[in-house]
Every structure is written in structure tokens, then in C-alpha cells.
């Protein structure tokens, strides 16, 4: 697996399209989130895994940064990294690059792992979290740290 992982290519549809012109708000959350998709199944989480486990994952909280506008027609891949994790959770940040290599979006996000008969946070099984130790240790690019755990605020006069 690599790592960072880079999804494939996706598509902005014309459905996706608000009254301003670009991209509504909305639909760059779903360009990450189908880029997970991509990366799940290599960790060993997915649709299988639910089936099998009763378990899977909730968003707790999810942060966007919209830095430049994407239309009908452009093409981006989203990278994801893993900053950390323990038994239950994982903090992930994700950059959105148009194909022409500009960063059009970030997001950052924590993501609990849930055993669906509770619900309730549950540990991950040790494969897993084999796994995400092997793909943070296999990062040797990172993002911007600068860009990590902002907050949002007013500057008090």
C-alpha cells in the first residue's frame, strides 16, 4: 500500500454544480469520503468487514478548508494520511489536488471504530491495527503541519 495513499481519479459531475458556478461545499466531503472507499479495503475495513465483524467506522468530526474552486468537468485525487491512532480511533488529514497538481481542499478528521450491536467504540482487531502502525510508519511524506488541527475563530479586537 502506499502511503500517502492517492486514490484515483474522480470527477466532478455536473449535478454537483451550485448557483455560484462550482463545486457546492457539500460534494468535496463526498470526493473524500469516496476516496476512503479506495483506501479501506487495504486496511481491512469495508462493507466485508461489517458483515463479518458487526463492526465498522462513524466520523466523529470532520473539518474542511476550501482553498480554490473546482467545476463541472475537473478531475482530482485525494491523498490521505494517517497523523495517529490508537486502539479505537484514528486522526486523518486529506489534501484534494486538481489533476494539474494544484490543492484545491484539506480536511482533517477523527474516526471512531464501532461495534454496531451497541453501538458503541470498540477496539479495533490487532490486524487492523497492525496495519495502520505498518501505513504510518510508511509515511515518509507528510503535509504541511501548519495546516493540522486549526481552529476556527474571530480575531478578538
Known amino acids: ?22 463545486l457546492n461545499m457539500a460534494y ?10 479506495q483506501l479501506y479495503p487495504l486496511i481491512g475495513f469495508g462493507l466485508d468487514y461489517l458483515e463479518t465483524t458487526g463492526c465498522t ?4 468530526e470532520f473539518h474542511i478548508c476550501y482553498l480554490r474552486e473546482l467545476h463541472e468537468g475537473d ?11 490508537d ?13 494539474d497538481g494544484w490543492l484545491a481542499a484539506t480536511a482533517e478528521g477523527l474516526t471512531l471504530h ?7 467504540v470498540a477496539p479495533m482487531p490487532q490486524s487492523i491495527q497492525d496495519k495502520l502502525a505498518a501505513f504510518k510508519a510508511a509515511q515518509t511524506e507528510m503535509p504541511d503541519p501548519s495546516r493540522i488541527s486549526r481552529r476556527i475563530a474571530l480575531k478578538r479586537k
Request: proline letters at 4%; a negative charge.
Open 114 to 120: 464501532v461495534d454496531q450491536s451497541g453501538p458503541k
Open 57 to 60: 467506522t462513524y466520523v466523529a
Open 75 to 85: 478531475e482530482v485525487t485525494c491523498t490521505f494520511y494517517l497523523i495517529e491512532h
Open 1 to 22: 500500500m502506499q502511503a500517502p495513499f492517492r486514490s484515483s481519479l474522480q470527477t466532478v459531475k455536473p449535478e454537483w454544480i451550485d448557483y455560484n458556478g462550482h
Open 28 to 37: 468535496y466531503n463526498v470526493l473524500f469520503d469516496e476516496s476512503v472507499d
Open 87 to 99: 486502539e479505537k480511533r484514528f486522526h486523518a488529514y486529506q489534501e484534494m489536488h486538481h489533476k
